[in-house]
């Protein structure tokens, strides 16, 4: 698939790899569970980008941005 390459500043990696630790200490993790840290990890760069005033495109489950 061809996309652009996607912003991973420090705070949003550990917080999908948090995700996955939160969901797997909880019982809830899916057989999908990169695709659940991943809408997660995208509600988070919603909050990052109002935070820190700069565009962060969402992940799709390919890995790259959404259009």
Do not use: C, W
Request: glycine residues 4%; charged residues 25%.
């Amino acid at each position: 698939a061809q996309g652009r390459r996607v912003d991973f500043p420090a705070p949003v990696n550990l917080f999908h790899e948090l995700s996955h630790a939160y969901h797997a200490m909880t019982g809830d993790t899916k057989t999908m569970f990169e695709v659940q840290a991943i809408i997660d990890e995208n509600v988070f760069r919603a909050q990052y980008a109002v935070l820190t005033k700069r565009p962060m495109p969402a992940r799709n489950i390919y890995g790259h941005d959404e259009d």
